[in-house]
């Protein structure tokens, strides 16, 4: 897991969200896991800034209205993500459920 102060600003709200304002919402989110559960993964898995930009990334589409863009469904964190992405964000692609069945 890669720490830093960056890394707990971001993990700090996401788990005040998931103790105090999830359960009195209720479960809400139309992706598995949670954008809540992703989030952190992503933090931990790539780190603070691309983990802050797949976490964005995931909660523009957590909305009801398809027309903007939203989507639901198995949704996980990238196992590995092109760096040179980061400079087109827009490149970034869901993982395919084909590409991690031959791992």
Do not use: N
């Not at 919402?25 to 952190?40: D, H, I, K, N, V």
């Amino acid at each position: 897991m890669k720490r830093s102060v960056f890394s707990f600003l971001i993990i700090l709200p996401v788990q005040g969200y998931r103790l105090v304002i999830s359960p009195v919402l209720g479960p809400r989110c139309r992706f598995q896991p949670t954008c809540s559960e992703y989030a952190l993964e992503a933090v931990k898995r790539h780190g603070p800034w691309a983990g802050l930009w797949l976490s964005l990334k995931r909660v523009s589409h957590c909305h009801p209205i398809e027309a903007l863009g939203a989507r639901h469904g198995f949704d996980p964190v990238p196992v590995e993500i092109c760096r040179a992405a980061w400079y087109a964000p827009w490149r970034i692609k869901p993982q395919l459920k084909d590409e991690t069945a031959h791992r």
